[in-house]
């Protein structure tokens, strides 16, 4: 890798660490290429991202950032996966971690704020934006239809005896 491709590199890391919503920092010792296209796979699936670099320059990359306390846990061989959506890259990685064991979740921020592996792990088991949106939708939704059905329930109530009458004056 020459200068010119490492500073792009660092600007794009840059990037991530400064506008991303959450990032997580793994180790993947020993994961095979077909293991790591997987995680990569299921990664995209839920709108976030798998990167690879050197360590050194992840480092440079944080300087500056919100995200700058991840600094020590770029030891070894590490991935850093990341998503706009908070609750997205946890739930991935969290699940493939429990899969393959070889995949080590170090820590990650949500912001400024740093997370350690029970962090993680928390936000993991938090419903999605998706999920928590079609809850709201529905809670919204279901005091609606009832007030409709009690607003129609007295004008066919009123139907009713009005239909009685005329029946009754026909008769």
Known sequence: MDRAEKKKLV??????FST????????????TVSQMNNLRGQMAEAGGNVKVAKNRLAK???EG???AGLQELFTGPTVVMYSDDP????KI???????????VVLGGALGPTMLDVDG???????????????????MISTPATRIAGVLQAPAGQLA????AYASKEAA
């Not at 991303?20 to 994961?31: A, C, K, S």
């Not at 990685?93 to 995949?103: D, W």
């Open 11 to 16: 600007t794009a890391l840059n990037q991530v």
């Open 20 to 31: 991303t919503g959450v990032v997580v920092v793994t180790h993947n010792l020993g994961l």
């Open 60 to 62: 440079i990359a944080l």
């Open 65 to 67: 950032t919100d995200a």
């Open 87 to 90: 609750v997205a890259a946890p």
């Open 93 to 103: 990685v969290a699940e493939f971690a429990k899969k393959n064991e070889k995949l």
């Open 120 to 138: 993680v792990k928390a936000l993991a088991e938090l419903p999605s934006l998706d999920e928590l949106r079609a809850k709201l939708v529905g």
């Open 160 to 163: 009713r005896v009005m239909g």
